[in-house]
C-alpha cells in the first residue's frame, strides 16, 4: 500500500528564506505527484504537476523535483514571503490508478 | 470559467438526519472524487468515479453513498448523518492521470 510522508509537519522561516519541503513514498510505481497549497478554511489549490518521466517542473518562485527511485520530491520556494503561509500537501498517483494518495501536509509560517 | 463547485458550505444535521452534497465541474474532466478531511488524519478519499455511469469505493466509503447524475455531477449523501461523519467534504474532478482540481468544500457538523 504506498505511503506518502511529508516531514517537517510545520515550519516557521523568516520572510526572504529560500526553503524545501519534502515528501516521500513508499512505491516508486507512479505515474505522477502533485503539489497543492493549502490556505486556512479553504480548498486545495493545486502548484505543481510532475510525471513520472520528469525530474522537475518550474513555476515562478517554486520548482518542484521527482527522484522516482529513491520515493522522494521536494518542492523548493525561493524568497518565501508572508503570503506562502499555507499547509503545502504532496500527492502521488499511483500507476494504473487515477487516484491520488496524499501526505498529511507541511504548514508553512513566514514571518515578516 | 467556475472550476469546481460545492453546495451548501455548511450544514449542520442532527444524527440519524440525511442530506446530499452536490458538486458540479466545467472542465469536462472525466473522474470526479469525494473527499473528507480531519484534523490529523489528512485527507482520506470516500468515493470516486472514473467516468460517467462508474463509482467506486475508496478509503473510507462507510455511510456514504454517491450518484454521478452526469459528467458534470457528482453528489455524495448521508443516509443517516452520524457525529463521525463530522468533517469537511471535498470534491474534485481531473482529466484522466493529469491535474486534480478541488471545490472549495464543505464544512458538516453533525450533533
Known amino acids: 500500500k504506498q505511503e506518502v510522508t511529508q516531514i517537517p509537519a510545520a515550519l516557521s522561516v523568516p520572510e526572504g528564506e529560500n526553503l524545501v519541503l519534502n515528501c516521500s513514498f513508499t512505491?516508486?510505481?507512479?505515474?505522477?505527484l502533485q503539489w497543492f497549497r493549502q490556505d486556512p478554511g479553504k480548498g486545495l489549490t493545486s502548484l505543481l504537476l510532475?510525471?513520472?518521466?520528469?525530474r522537475e517542473q518550474t513555476s515562478g518562485r517554486l520548482n518542484a523535483s521527482l527522484d522516482k527511485s529513491s520515493g522522494r520530491s521536494t518542492l523548493y520556494i525561493a524568497a518565501s514571503q508572508p503570503g506562502d503561509s499555507a499547509t503545502y500537501l504532496c500527492?502521488?498517483?499511483?500507476?494504473?490508478?487515477?487516484?491520488?494518495?496524499f501526505g498529511k501536509g507541511t504548514k508553512l509560517t513566514v514571518n515578516p | 470559467n467556475a472550476g469546481v463547485t460545492q453546495t451548501p458550505k455548511f450544514q449542520v444535521l442532527k444524527t440519524g438526519q440525511s442530506m446530499t452534497l452536490q458538486c458540479a465541474q466545467d472542465?469536462?474532466?472525466?473522474?470526479m472524487y469525494w473527499y473528507r478531511q480531519d484534523p490529523g488524519m489528512g485527507l482520506r478519499l470516500i468515493y470516486y468515479?472514473?467516468?460517467?455511469?462508474?463509482?467506486d469505493k475508496g478509503e473510507v466509503p462507510n455511510g456514504y453513498n454517491v450518484s454521478r447524475l452526469n459528467k458534470r455531477e457528482f453528489s455524495l449523501r448521508l443516509e443517516s448523518a452520524a457525529p463521525s461523519q463530522t468533517s469537511v467534504y471535498f470534491c474534485?474532478?481531473?482529466?484522466?492521470?493529469?491535474?486534480?482540481?478541488f471545490g472549495p468544500g464543505t464544512r458538516l457538523t453533525v450533533l
Open positions: 500527492a502521488v498517483c499511483q500507476g494504473g490508478s487515477e487516484k491520488l494518495v
Open positions: 512505491d516508486s510505481a507512479i505515474y505522477n
Open positions: 510532475i510525471q513520472s518521466s520528469q
Open positions: 472542465m469536462n474532466h472525466n473522474s
Open positions: 468515479s472514473a467516468s460517467e455511469g462508474t463509482t
Open positions: 474534485a474532478s481531473q482529466w484522466w492521470e493529469g491535474e486534480q482540481f
